[in-house]
Every structure is written in structure tokens, then in C-alpha cells.
């Protein structure tokens, strides 16, 4: 049996990998855009703020421009190191130069303030433009591919520095019954063997090596299990984690779930 390696502040990277599961940044008196619920662990002086809060409006103006996802993000300064990880899922770095990506929402899960992100005209997606890095999930190691191209919707994580995406969809798909009724209602769904996103012109396309998205869930919400703060065993009450909203049905997320988005 393998002897654990037992880190402290010391041995901790810096902006860098600990583990392909889990990613340490490292504040200096600095700031980093953090989706709320990815933060595991941290050593140091770090305080976490809402979108909300007045002091960082001046931050905010500059480096955060998507009202919908507003609610699902805090800001991170201070000194220190701080853990970020998504259940187990691959979590890697990326350096933009001057860039233009869109990636998924929910695979982002923090980002240097020298980058702004902006609502996606795709709906699900955000984009990030200019120069930094963020730290993104993937289920699974993620593969760059060069367009033109098609994927299925389900593996896409994201694209750089090319235009967004139209469908495309399979002329069986388009001509069955089955196909129809799918299209209209979202009816067992669609398989990338059916429907896919067309990607043209220069760039890159970013795929997770899984046809399976990551599984959903509200941000920040401990897991609805006996043990856990705020969990089906502290409430009893058995209708998910305390102050939960409930999702409607036909709420944009479930519309985005149902086409593939």
C-alpha cells in the first residue's frame, strides 16, 4: 500500500494541478471568479462575496456580464491557496491571449478577472474574451479538435476563436415519425447519431471523451442525504436541501436538457 502525500500551504501548487481532480489556486492579495460550490478547501486569509456586494461593483462592471448566471457566482480575494474541484470530474487550466471561448456554464468553474465573461447567444453557454486563465470540469480528459466538423452535443465542452455553432440533423431523424414527435415534444431524446452541432471556419473545438454530460444540480446545494447540514437528514422534511428553490417545469434548464443543450 502506496504511502498518501500529506500537503500543506508549502507544498501545494501554485495555479497548477494537485491531482487531475482537483486544482489549487493561489491568491496574493488578488481576486478570482469562483461558481459557488466548487471551493473544497483553502489555507490563507480568503474572503467569499456575492455579485451582489456593493465594494465589487466596480469589478463586477468590468469582468462579469451574465445577469443569469449572477446568483451561481461569488468572488474569492485574499492570501492564501484554495482547492477547487467538481465532484471527481477531470479538472484542468486554460490561458486565454487575447481570446474569444465558450464553454459550457456549468463546466466553468472559476476565472481570472482580467477575462470578462458574457452571456452566450447559445443557450447554456457562456463566453469568456480577452487575457487570463480559468479552470474548468470535464467528464472525462478533453480532446481539441480542429473544424470543420460535427459533434454530438451531448461530448461538447466548448469552442475558441470560432463562429458559434448551427444543427444539423440527420435526414432519417428529419423524415422518421419518431424523429418528428422528438423534435416537437423531446421524447426520448436525441442521440448524436441523430443531431449534432456544425462547427466551420477556423478554430478550435473543445470535446469531453463521454457522450454523457455532467450530471446537474443546484449550485452550491449540499447533497439531499442524512449527515449532511442542510441534507433530507437535518431538514426532515425529505423535499431536498433548506432554502432550495424548486424547478418548474419548462424552465429554461429543463428546455436545454431536453434538446441536448
Not at 62 to 77: G, N
Amino acid at each position: 500500500m502506496s504511502t498518501p502525500v500529506i500537503h500543506d500551504p508549502h507544498s501545494l501548487p501554485s495555479d497548477d494541478n494537485v491531482n487531475p481532480y482537483t486544482f489549487c489556486v493561489e491568491l496574493k492579495g488578488s481576486q478570482w471568479f469562483l461558481q459557488k460550490g466548487k471551493m473544497i478547501a483553502y489555507y490563507g486569509r480568503i474572503e467569499f462575496n456575492g455579485i451582489g456586494h456593493g465594494r465589487l461593483d466596480r469589478l463586477v462592471r468590468t469582468s462579469f456580464h451574465s445577469p443569469l448566471h449572477a446568483s451561481d457566482w461569488v468572488v474569492a480575494e485574499g492570501s492564501g491557496k484554495m482547492l477547487l474541484a467538481d465532484r471527481a470530474f477531470d479538472v484542468n487550466s486554460y490561458d486565454l491571449d487575447e481570446g474569444n471561448l465558450t464553454i459550457r456554464s456549468g463546466n466553468l468553474l472559476a476565472y481570472q478577472p482580467t477575462l470578462a465573461l458574457k452571456q452566450s447567444i447559445v443557450p447554456g453557454f457562456v463566453t469568456l474574451i480577452g487575457t487570463g486563465k480559468f479552470v474548468a470540469a470535464s467528464n472525462g480528459p478533453v480532446v481539441f479538435m480542429e473544424p470543420p466538423m460535427r459533434v454530438d452535443p451531448q461530448a461538447l465542452v466548448g469552442w475558441a476563436d470560432c463562429p458559434s455553432p448551427c444543427h444539423h440533423y440527420d435526414h432519417g431523424y428529419m423524415t422518421g415519425v419518431m424523429g418528428g414527435v422528438r423534435a416537437l415534444t423531446g421524447i426520448g431524446g436525441t442521440s448524436g447519431e441523430e443531431h449534432q452541432f456544425e462547427f466551420v471556419g477556423a478554430g478550435t473545438v473543445l470535446l469531453q471523451s463521454t457522450e454523457l454530460l455532467m450530471p446537474e444540480r443546484a449550485i452550491g446545494a449540499p447533497p439531499a442525504q442524512a449527515g449532511v447540514p442542510g441534507g433530507h437528514g437535518a431538514s426532515g422534511s425529505g423535499q431536498g436541501p433548506l432554502g432550495a428553490v424548486p424547478r418548474l417545469p419548462g424552465q429554461l434548464g429543463d428546455l436545454q436538457r431536453r434538446f441536448g443543450l
